[in-house]
């Protein structure tokens, strides 16, 4: 019997909103290889999947074992789910969509964590959020001691990673100069930059794209470009140097 199917393994509650290339997913693979998880929480829809440039997904948008609204009360949650999931010894809540927040989440009868990964964008609502759970995981280093001057006691610090089953060295043939994935919007330092490089005559490829494609793009790059938005360390740091490739 596998640890997930085991009676005895430890429950976890993975609370997130549902699309196959948000941070959570990562935790669902790596948390299901430990233990019993039941995710929980809404999906993205077209309007979201358009606004984000998510087209190149190339992975359907699954439904969670527990499909909820995006601010579901938890205290009817937890009274319907008893008669089809094991009650948790743990819900993990981990930022991915904004607007997915369950209320009354006192109801909750066990350990509850989040993890915050874009503070340096949304600190106002996380240092809020937080306090709410009682053990808080944030992505950006920087940001720890303000958790701490709002009452987070068990406030830690979490990088982000990357899955090295997806972003591994898929090429040894350099084809590219310089590569970027990402979102680029203009006249941004981001962008200003890149045409930068493009006004070079190197050769830039810049794409939207995502798994075992982004994993080929860096791997063919000699150099994988990455500019962060405010000073955060994202999860490109981790996802181009997992593949060989020199990270600038």
Known sequence: MSNMESASAPVVWLAYVSYPVTTAVYFERALRRLGRVVTCGPKIGPDII???HLQNMKLPVLDHDMPLAWEPDMREVCMAARARFPAPDL???IESVPGYHPTHLEAVRCPKACYLIDSHLNLKWHVQWARLFDYVFIAQREYVEEF???GCQNIYWLPLACDTEVNSKRSSEKVIDVGFVGTVVMNTRRSQLLQ???DKNLYLMVGRCFGDDMADLFSKSR???????RNDLNMRVFEAMSTGSFLL
Not at 223 to 229: K, M, R, S
């Open 50 to 52: 358009e606004k984000w």
């Open 148 to 150: 701490r001057r709002h």
């Open 223 to 229: 150099i994988v470009f990455n500019n962060a938005v």
């Open 196 to 198: 930068r490089i493009a």
């Open 91 to 93: 819900y993990l809540w």
